[in-house]
């Protein structure tokens, strides 16, 4: 249970979140085994919502792992955008109670390949359907509440890799994508950057512990906010 008392918000408030989860795994046959689980949760002003799961685990040989699952999940609209009261000038800027909550549906492949015992090698690709994101409207003087505007979709891919060099000295790679594909701006949001690239060594000698690595970010936006709404890279 959470209490909300504030100036900022129209009296004070309580919710009340309840939850229950389970989940069960199953071995088919000497290489597989399936994870079956789901959580549902109920809230005073969206009811209650049922989140699943399935995943599966597939192993070859000791030196391989293939992974795939799948999950629909939920996002609760917060205090603030359900109960938000600010007086500006004529008109209030106001939460909204009869938001929907935000959904994501997820699509998850990996492979992991074990180097003996000197390391890992490992790729995931990942699919997500998002919809009904809760945004705060671009603009305020037509639209003074939050809203369900955004929807999108997600691809991307990690390779990552991991070698034991030498006694105490490491080294990993991992570069990771990801393409957004939106199909509404509305709210003022950042988006992530489209590639990341992390390079470099961990060393150990005794109680002694040091790391060098090197970072990439691709280029991303960002909003700035005014009388409109406008994008700035960097």
Do not use: C
């Not at 800027?93 to 009869?98: D, L, S, V």
């Not at 939050?146 to 000295?169: F, H, K, P, Q």
């Not at 489209?194 to 991303?220: C, P, R």
Request: avoid cysteine; aromatic fraction near 16%.
């Amino acid at each position: 249970k959470n209490y909300l008392d504030s100036d900022m918000f129209d009296g004070d408030h309580e919710q009340e979140i309840y939850g229950l989860f389970s989940e069960a795994e199953l071995q088919l046959g000497s290489a597989v085994k399936a994870t079956l689980g789901g959580r549902y949760d109920h809230h005073r002003l969206v009811d209650g919502n049922f989140s699943p799961r399935l995943g599966f685990l597939y192993s070859s040989d000791e030196q391989s792992v293939y992974r795939l699952s799948w999950t629909r999940a939920y996002g609760l609209p917060t205090f603030t955008q359900s109960y938000l009261h600010i007086e500006s000038g004529s008109t209030p800027i106001t939460g909204n109670r009869e938001l929907d909550v935000e959904k994501i549906e997820s699509f998850n492949a990996g492979y992991t390949y074990f180097i003996s015992y000197r390391g890992e090698a490992k790729i995931d690709l990942f699919y997500n359907e998002v919809e009904d994101i809760i945004r705060w409207p671009e603009d305020v003087l037509a639209d003074d509440r939050y809203r369900n505007v955004d929807s999108y979709t997600v691809r991307g891919a990690e390779l990552a890799l991991s070698i034991y060099l030498t006694a105490g000295l490491d080294f990993a790679i991992n570069y990771a994508f990801l393409n957004i594909d939106y199909s509404n701006r509305e709210g003022g949001f950042s988006e992530s950057p489209e590639s990341k690239l992390n390079v470099g060594f961990d060393y150990q000698w005794g109680k002694f512990f040091g790391s060098l690595y090197a970072h990439y970010v691709s280029k991303t936006r960002w909003p700035t906010y005014g009388n409109t709404l406008s994008a700035q890279y960097g």
